[in-house]
């Protein structure tokens, strides 16, 4: 079969496009009807559009074209990687026992090709089995929830995807146990990785997803992922986006949730390190009584960039939503957050809120805020606010008066900052596990891990400050 | 001598406050420093404690031996000097607990031990809570957030008593209080005093020096100690206000 990687000089776009006609058999080798039809399309939307450019309203701040303007390697079949891939993936958070979704280069690892039935009826695998596995579930919601038409990524990702993760709540289960995603470029030529998750949640029924994005070498990738998730009504749903790749990484991340009735859903997307990241989160609250969380941590430096776009969409009553992102930006690092709040003319009662705070620690670091609120309902409550500032003199001197180190009075302020973000983790051992590599950030000493993101080099040494931040 | 200040000027962005100062503090003293609002009482502490924008451009301040200007805050502090602070500042999300056991621990370290034992570390601030009378749930909040303006000066000296220094500026810890806290407070700075070390008291009223009763009363007046006396020259002041010392003050000068 075909496998060949691509030829160097032609531009990623095009070598995308040259694949689809060339290979598209392979392309849709797993696919049902409806799956192939919506390929079809979104490459017809693709053909139009292209990639995004920083000449498009939303993307200009975020110069893509850097990324999109390079050479990648873009794969259709798995292959083999060198490594010991059982022990890449081991995951040694202590007391945080998870069900591990393993992807090497944009492939799931199967080891059992099909799908893992847990004995509570939860199902999770690979989506390029699922399709044909579970066609009533893909024909109800999967490209139904995230539209191609969004932007070139979200259409090149439909057109061509060939893997991701599967996963299916059955109405009233609860999940024990959170799923895990971990995924890993390991390979030497730059890679252009394309995965599609898509999840579903039935009624009365309840998931926590971990989600880590990691790099596990320093070459170049771009990685262009979309989720799709639907949370059914009375559903509750948790998704921690982990994203810690090398300083060439480039990652463009969309998340879509369509929430039904008295659902309620909290994201926390954690940036610890990547050269270009574009997060994508977009929620339509599309049932009474629903609530979103939406929440980000983000702490650049160097020459990184992060630019996180929510888009909330209030489009039923009573529905509440609370968005709070928060950076430390260093050096040159650049971040850009736009929040979009629409609310529908019938979606009375609606409370929004947003918020956005920034501390840049030098002058030559950037942040570019804006909200967006479109409000069509009369009777709503909505905020916003966005801070932008350094850290506090009057403060640092208060601690420095007390005999502390400049750098670690600079460490407590930054931590404390970012402290009101990181104690919205409900999951106990991964809210400690975070709060150690947060630490490790701030203090310069977390580095692209050799193995997944959450071993932080020893896992048995919990991290401290000369402090115990643990409750005393 | 444990603090000495030779002719020390002080401006901040260029407007000289202090001019030409001289003060000198033994071990086991304590003295007041009064004066008229905007006389440099507070710039006197920031230049003491080494706060950044206060320029010194002529003198000297010697503690322990050492000439301390351009030493910054923090070793200053592991030296020994205290300021309780006149404004104290509100750390949202750094608590008490983690605050105070980063400080200790800076100075053990600085002093070469080895940190403290966290259950030394609790006993400590059960001990100096109950000395100053805090309520145990204000060390579980961020440092000085939402605490009232009492509260607040409660906590410097719970922090004073902490770190034990051997110099400790109180600079207007009185003011604000009722007069149950003022006690508390007198307490507290009486608990900790002893022969080997001092306190450079600022205030504006007398009824502070009953408790802590001061060996020396300097009054500070545009930028200079203009006059020193014993524990009287606060009643004195109190009854005839600073009218009769600027007068004195001005006369000299125009000699
Ligand atoms: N950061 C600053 N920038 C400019 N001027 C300042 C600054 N800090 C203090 N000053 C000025 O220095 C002078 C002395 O101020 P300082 O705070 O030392 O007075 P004080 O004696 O402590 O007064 P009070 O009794 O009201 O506390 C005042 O005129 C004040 O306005
Ligand atoms: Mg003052």
Redesign the interface.
């Given at each position: 079969m075909n496998n060949s990687p691509s030829v160097q000089e032609i531009s990623l776009d095009e070598m995308l496009v040259n694949q689809f006609d060339a290979h598209f058999e392979l392309v849709s080798a797993n696919d049902i009807p409806s799956v192939t039809a919506l390929r079809k399309l979104a490459m017809q939307q693709f053909l139009l559009t292209g990639f995004p450019t920083s000449s498009d309203e939303k993307w200009r701040h975020t110069e893509i074209e850097a990324l999109t303007d390079e050479s990648f390697n873009y794969f259709l079949e798995p292959y083999k990687s060198e490594r010991d891939i059982e022990d890449m993936f081991r995951c040694e958070v202590h007391n945080f026992d998870t069900e591990i979704i393993s992807m090497l280069n944009g492939w799931l690892l199967d080891k059992k090709s099909g799908f893992t039935t847990l004995p509570n009826g939860i199902v999770y695998g690979s989506l390029r089995y699922a399709w044909k596995h579970f066609p009533e579930i893909i024909n109800q919601h999967y490209g139904k929830i995230a539209d191609y038409q969004t932007n070139g990524f979200v259409s090149i990702n439909t057109a061509m995807v060939q893997d991701g993760v599967f996963i299916y709540v059955p109405d009233g289960v609860e999940a024990e146990k959170t799923i895990q995603i971990i995924k890993m470029i390991d390979r030497r030529e730059s890679l252009f990785v394309q995965s599609r998750n898509l999840i579903v949640l039935g009624k009365n029924s309840k998931l926590s997803l971990m989600h880590c994005d990691d790099s596990i070498n320093h070459f170049m990738s771009l990685i262009n992922t979309v989720t799709e998730v639907y949370v059914g009504e009375n559903a509750h749903f948790e998704l921690y986006k982990l994203q810690n790749l090398n300083d060439k990484s480039g990652l463009i991340n969309s998340t879509f949730i369509r929430q039904e009735a008295n659902s309620t859903i909290k994201t926390n997307t954690l940036t610890f390190n990547c050269g270009m990241i574009r997060n994508n989160i977009s929620v339509d609250l599309r049932g009474e009584n629903a609530h979103a969380d939406v929440l980000g941590l983000y702490l650049m430096d160097k020459k990184q960039h992060i630019d996180n776009q929510v888009y909330i969409s209030h489009n039923a009553p009573h529905c509440t939503s609370n968005e709070k992102f928060k950076g430390i930006l260093d050096d040159e690092a650049s971040a850009v957050f736009n929040g979009y709040i629409h609310v529908a003319r019938n979606a009375q009662k609606t409370n929004a809120y947003q918020n956005n705070n920034n501390i840049l620690l030098k002058p030559t670091a950037t942040i570019n805020t804006m909200p967006f609120l479109e409000i069509y309902a009369d009777d709503v409550k909505c905020s916003h606010g966005a801070t932008i500032g350094q850290l506090?003199?009057?403060?640092m001197?208060?601690?420095?008066?007390?005999?502390?180190?400049?750098s670690?009075?600079r460490l407590?302020?930054m931590?404390?900052?970012a402290?009101?973000i990181i104690n919205q983790i409900s999951i106990e051992p991964l809210r400690k596990r975070i709060d150690d590599m947060v630490k490790k950030r701030l203090r310069g000493e977390l580095s692209v891990c050799e193995k997944c993101v959450l071993h932080c080099g020893m896992p048995e040494k919990e991290y401290h400050?000369?402090?115990?931040?643990s409750?005393? | 001598m444990l603090l000495n200040i030779k002719n020390l000027h002080v401006a901040i962005n260029g407007k000289e406050i202090i001019k030409g100062l001289n003060l000198g503090v033994n071990q086991g003293e304590v003295h007041a420093i009064m004066g008229p609002n905007g006389t440099g009482k507070s710039t006197l502490a920031a230049a003491i404690?080494?706060?950044?924008g206060y320029e010194i451009t002529q003198g000297e301040i010697w503690f322990k031996g050492k000439n301390i200007i351009g030493m910054?805050?923090?070793v200053r502090?592991?030296e020994g000097i205290?300021?309780s602070?006149q404004y104290?500042?509100e750390?949202?999300?750094?608590s008490m607990?983690?605050?105070m056991?980063?400080?200790l621990?800076?100075?053990r370290?600085?002093k070469g031990l080895p940190?403290i034992p966290?259950g030394e570390f609790?006993k400590m601030m059960e001990e100096k809570k109950n000395l100053v009378e805090i309520q145990s749930k204000l060390t579980?909040r961020?440092?000085n957030e939402g605490f009232s303006g009492g509260e607040k000066k409660k906590n410097e000296i719970f922090?004073m008593a902490m770190?034990q220094p051997s110099l400790a500026i109180l600079d207007e810890t009185d003011s604000g209080l009722d007069i149950d806290a003022l006690k508390v407070v007198a307490k507290g700075v009486n608990e900790l005093r002893s022969e080997d070390n001092a306190f450079i008291v600022i205030t504006h009223y007398q009824r502070l020096l009953d408790f802590i009763v001061p060996d020396f009363v300097h009054v500070l007046f545009d930028g200079k100690i203009v006059k020193t006396g014993g524990k009287n020259l606060a009643l004195e002041l109190e009854e005839k206000g600073y009218e009769w010392i600027k007068d004195q003050y001005l006369a000299n000068s125009e000699v």
């Open positions: 506090d003199q009057e403060a001197f208060y601690l420095r008066s007390r005999g502390i180190s400049s670690n009075a407590l302020l931590y404390a900052f402290a009101d400050f000369d402090i115990d931040l409750k005393l | 404690t080494g706060r950044e910054p805050a923090e502090a592991n205290f300021l602070f104290p500042v750390i949202p999300g750094v607990t983690n605050f056991r980063t400080a621990n800076a100075k370290e600085y940190s966290a609790l579980n961020s440092v922090q770190l």
